[in-house]
């Protein structure tokens, strides 16, 4: 029985299928076009390296909801021992087509056994934001534990007030998600209330293919 538990998201089988559906399209598309690439967005991509800059000598580091495995291979190169895991069986097939010499693995944020001050970092990269409102609080807190002293936790997600239901995406493909959108005073309170000091903050306006966006990165105190 692992020491911490989550909650069961309940549509998390119906995120999972439909994430599947889209995966091969999404991947091609960060290929292809640079859409979900950091490298392609310059604010992103310092926040990352920030990250990077950061973490580097504090131990194993895990990209949650990886998808493609993009930023994975990014961190991967810039020298972390970097691990990547995502709820999509087909997004880690295409991670693994795509980045070979990284390691992956499938299973869902709200399902990882992470033991104590075991991680230098954690990434939740556009990957949390599925997650019902009451059980990102848990998920975080067990983010929070996973982390050493001094470790780094950063998160990028959709800024708003509503949960949006998605039925497409990626070349009109059917889905079914429900993306949890947060004011950035309420996703900093759900981090400082899992232990964890917010340390630098970027608000991004909306732009072509997405509305406006949050990152935040924060620090295990110790």
């Not at 994430?19 to 992103?44: C, E, F, K, Q």
Request: glycine content about 10%; proline content about 7%.
């Amino acid at each position: 029985m692992r020491a911490h538990h989550v909650d069961r998201p309940v549509d998390l089988d119906v995120v999972r299928e439909s994430y599947d559906r889209v995966a091969d399209n999404y991947a091609h598309m960060v290929v292809t076009t640079g859409v979900g690439d950091i490298r392609s967005h310059p604010w992103l991509k310092a926040s990352i390296d920030a990250f990077a800059d950061t973490v580097r000598d504090l131990g194993p580091v895990l990209d949650v909801g990886c998808g493609p495995g993009t930023v994975t291979a990014y961190l991967a190169e810039r020298g972390l021992d970097v691990s990547g895991v995502d709820l999509s069986p087909r997004m880690i097939e295409n991670a693994r087509r795509l980045h070979p010499h990284c390691r992956f693995s499938v299973a869902s944020a709200t399902d990882l056994d992470l033991e104590d001050a075991s991680l230098g970092g954690v990434l939740g990269w556009w990957s949390l934001f599925n997650l019902p409102r009451d059980v990102l609080p848990q998920v975080l807190a067990l983010y929070a534990r996973a982390l050493k002293p001094g470790g780094h936790f950063i998160t990028a997600t959709h800024v708003g007030d509503e949960d949006a239901v998605r039925t497409e995406a990626y070349g009109g493909v059917p889905v079914r998600w429900t993306t949890h959108k947060w004011r950035p005073e309420q996703l900093v309170d759900l981090i400082e209330q899992a232990g964890l000091c917010p340390v630098a903050e970027l608000r991004l306006p909306a732009e072509e293919y997405s509305g406006p966006g949050l990152v935040v990165m924060a620090r295990r105190p110790g």
